[in-house]
């Protein structure tokens, strides 16, 4: 090998790193592109959660011990993902219940309990992982506003029975 070989060798191994070196730092901006939407995404959720798990125990630690269908530190596996599309159900249930027992004992009439808006959000939210691009996101929708009508009518009963 003559020096000209070698030197053009050279360059071409520089020009491979170079090329090595764009490919890695796209592989690293997107890997930090997709660690901050998993964060954002995350805390996107995780806080509306708390405040609603926050509601839920106030509204289940509002009723009587006796007329209570779930421990008010129950609610908080919600914070489990996945499984909170199967706990909702329970949430829900046991909360409506608790609130029309509580009113039941306290001589109070109500409107309804919730559990029929409360049922569809249960109902919705798990339909929502269904992988099927536009309909999930639709059902999605219905999902959020289905839960803040619900979530809106249990702090309301619990006001409307036990005051502020």
Known sequence: MDLTSLTSLSLHAQQAALAMSEEEAM???LAGVLVIGI???LAVWL????FYCLSMSKCLRSVPEGQRKLSPGLVWLLLIPLFNLVWNFFVVARVSGSLEAG????GKAIDGNGWGVGLTFCILSACSILPIPLINF????GALVCWIIWWIKAVGLRKHIYGA
């Open 39 to 41: 964060v954002v995404g």
């Open 138 to 141: 639709l059902v999605a929708v």
């Open 103 to 106: 009113a039941k004992s306290a």
């Open 47 to 50: 806080i509306p959660t708390i």
């Open 27 to 29: 592989a690293g901006a």
